[in-house]
């Protein structure tokens, strides 16, 4: 059974930092793309930031130099290290795995809250 189980949100004030965690289960997490997307109230889904197929990393531009993401192959956890929080970042914040390789496959995680606030 397929599974990516988000953590780490939380509510922070301007400037803080968090470090979302996604632990997956019932797939070869290695050959997997993975990435974080994010959804504010009132809007769609929107990319943050994502390993490509070569295992280069890429950013949206509205997070860049501020969120980092990793992986830990070994231990089927994807993380996103976010640091200078403002509260434009208030989102609930998604894992996705996407397989793009044939039978290609696109998993999403249930999501964690995600609040900047003073």
């Known amino acids: 059974q397929v599974q990516l189980v988000e953590s780490g949100g939380g509510l922070v004030q301007p400037g803080g930092s968090l470090r979302l965690s996604c632990v997956v289960s019932?797939?070869?997490?290695?050959?997997?793309?993975m990435g974080w997307y994010r959804q504010a109230p009132g809007k769609q889904r929107e990319w943050v930031a994502s390993f490509t197929s070569r295992g280069n990393t890429n950013y949206s531009d509205s997070v860049k130099g501020r969120f980092t993401i990793s992986r830990d192959n070994a231990k089927n956890t994807l993380f996103l290290q976010m640091n200078s929080l403002k509260p434009e970042d208030t989102a609930v914040y998604y894992c996705?795995?996407?397989?793009?390789?044939?039978?290609?496959?696109?998993?999403w995680g249930q999501g964690t809250q995600v609040t900047v606030s003073s």
């Open positions: 019932g797939f070869t997490f290695s050959i997997y793309v």
């Open positions: 996705n795995a996407r397989k793009l390789s044939y039978p290609t496959a696109d998993y």
